[in-house]
């Protein structure tokens, strides 16, 4: 893979990360659609990093607002009742990761192999 191919694929990861489209698969088909070879798992892995990383630094007030909401949760010996809006919505969230969890480690191989296909996407 070239600079130029990555530096193409970083913005395609950037502006199609905000959209109702998915991102992976968009990096797997303008490779597929220019003639260029796959850079991998690793690779696009290492942009949804950095995608991470700039989403977790703009919400980084909410994140600790929740962070704080949690702690207040689990130190509470109120087992587990929410009192605040921040902390129902940490409850949420960790009931709302585990099916992903889940489904994520049952299908992790087969995914792996199948959903990289442009075919499929």
Do not use: C, N
Request: glycine fraction near 10%.
């Amino acid at each position: 893979m070239t600079l130029f191919h990555a530096i193409v694929l970083g913005l395609v990861q950037g502006l199609g990360e905000f959209l109702p489209i998915s991102s992976s698969a968009h990096l797997i088909l303008v490779p597929w659609a220019f003639g260029w070879p796959d850079p991998g798992l690793s690779f696009d892995v290492a942009l949804h990093v950095g995608t991470l990383a700039a989403v977790a630094w703009y919400f980084r007030r909410e994140w600790v607002r929740l962070a704080r909401a949690a702690v207040t949760l689990a130190s509470s010996g109120g087992g587990g009742r929410a009192r605040t809006a921040d902390e129902r919505l940490v409850i949420f969230l960790v009931i709302a990761t585990v099916p992903g969890a889940i489904g994520g480690k049952l299908l992790e191989h087969a995914a792996e192999a199948a959903f990289r296909a442009p075919l499929l996407i």
